[in-house]
């Protein structure tokens, strides 16, 4: 598999290589180690989650506490989606930028984010299906969410009327979230990621 890094520090782009005959297709849509040559330590498997969306959804943009936050290894299983990294880490160089990556079921590529960023996408099929590898299981006191269609963020959803569920619209803009305090620092969140060992646990908590 190709690992590119993208513009914000500390999200990948994972192409796998797909091996094809008659009979259909193999290919090796995870590896943790090579993950972690580029990461530097192993994602720690917690929960792993599947995403169903009509064509015109867009979820997110979601994000969590750090520590412990939630870093995320995601694919499109079935159908297609836009997939939307966030930087919403204060302080990081990339503040409130935004990256897209396709997500298919034909390139079948996947991208891997890691603590504090966050993640949304808009589904371009019916029935797009993703597939989440997650680092910690999901924390309700610790989840939040930065409304979609902020201005500030611009971000550049591919349909015309985004379906958004009731929590996403009512979702802070980037601007109230940091007024609230409800986004992460950017050092903290280097400093988490830097004290996850070589297991892929963070000996910092404990977990």
Known sequence: ?????????????????????????????????????????????AQANLSVSARGVVRGVHFADVPLGQAKYVTCVRGAVLDV????????????????????????????????????????TDDATLSYLCSATYNPTGEHAVHPLDEELGIEWPADVPKLSARDDAAPTLAQARE??????????????????????SHSTGM
Do not use: N
């Open 1 to 45: 598999m190709k690992i590119r890094e993208l513009s914000i520090v500390g999200a990948w782009e994972i192409t796998p290589q797909q091996h094809g005959d008659p009979r259909g297709m193999f290919m090796e849509w995870y590896r943790f180690d090579k993950l972690a040559e580029v990461v530097g330590h192993p994602l720690r498997l």
């Open 85 to 124: 990294i966030v930087d919403l880490r204060v302080g990081s160089p990339t503040f409130g930028r935004w990256e897209g990556v396709r997500l298919d079921d034909t390139d079948r590529r996947a991208v891997y984010l890691s603590e504090g960023l966050g993640h949304g996408f808009c589904a371009l």
């Open 180 to 201: 609230r305090g409800l986004l992460p620092e950017y050092d903290s969140c280097r400093r988490f990621v830097a004290s996850l060992g070589p297991d892929g646990m």
